[in-house]
């Protein structure tokens, strides 16, 4: 997010399905574009991720007309959203750098329904980040002074009713990052 558009970039895969999805939101207008592709029956792949949130990695998720690409770097992270909606080509790219000095969080979240349930995250908060959306001719540029990205890696066992909330945020604050 820059203040004025929020994106959401999300790969799931919950073994009965895998999912990439995109949001885009002006907070100020409430104007919004959503996009998703779907696909059943992925009970053993063909969507290995990364055993953990850190070290060097890439992730593709291709179906039909969209695909999602987490390139993750030592330093960087590449995100990259695609596909066609409504006759128009929708393009999301974005570098977050990912800098040393960075901390992150760890949790494990038990669920008190059964004990067997579990849900591990790892958030990287601060990302500086630049980048664009275009859908059709409309271009959105993000500039990483003031825009920052929290990526948000999990694994888990989940109950099949649950309601998850959780929010953060990243500012400049008397010239230094602050997140929460």
Known sequence: SDGEWMVQLNFANISVGAAATCGIVNLHTGERYDYASLKVATFKGPYPTSKTAEGVSLFEFKQGKTSLVFDVKEHSRTLDFRTKSKNKEVVVHFEAAHLPEHESITIVTPFDCDPHRFFLTTKFNCMPT??????????????????????????????????????????VIDGKLFGF
Do not use: A, C, M, Q
């Open 130 to 171: 630049s980048g664009y959306v275009k859908i059709g001719e409309k271009t959105i540029n993000f500039d990483s002074k003031n825009t920052y990205t929290v990526l948000d890696w999990g694994r888990g066992v989940w109950p099949h009713k649950n309601y998850w909330y959780w929010g953060n945020g990243s500012k």
